[in-house]
Nanobody
Framework: QVQLVESGGGLVQAGGSLRLSCAVSGRIFSNYVIGWFRQTPGKEREFVAA????????YYSNFVKRRFTATRDIAKNTASLQMNSLKPEDTAVYFC???????????????????WGQGTQVTVSS
């Protein structure tokens, strides 16, 4: 069982930055993947970024590449999503999620993930 708690959301102007954190507790192993997803009302949850808990590989959607960076700190049991150059279209509820890694194609699919945080709101004003 893995528990995830997001924090760090808020209101920011376009062009600004936010750093989301995902506190991880429970039994997490080095082969796990921490994914970041976002959702707006009436739309499906979409993949943002992911990082392997063991390190060495991270993944990004095309719309956040070179703006967002996923990291993890094993000593602090925390995953983070640094979001720079934010745009109004980045406004959403952001979730972190965890799953044991199986194959790379599953990383991008929400239903692959077994554990989810409660989400944190990010609002970017124009």
């Amino acid at each position: 069982q893995v528990q995830l708690v997001e924090s760090g959301g808020g209101l920011v102007q376009a062009g600004g930055s936010l750093r989301l954190s995902c506190a991880v507790s429970g039994r997490i192993f080095s082969n796990y993947v921490i994914g970041w997803f976002r959702q707006t009302p009436g739309k499906e949850r979409e993949f943002v970024a992911a990082i392997r808990w063991s390190g060495g590989a991270d993944y990004y959607s095309n719309f956040v590449k070179r703006r967002f960076t996923a990291t993890r700190d094993i000593a602090k049991n925390t995953a983070s999503l640094q979001m720079n150059s934010l745009k109004p279209e980045d406004t959403a509820v952001y979730f972190c999620a965890a799953v044991p890694y199986s194959d790379v194609s599953g990383i991008f699919v929400p239903r692959t993930y077994q554990w989810w945080g409660q989400g944190t709101q990010v609002t970017v004003s124009s």
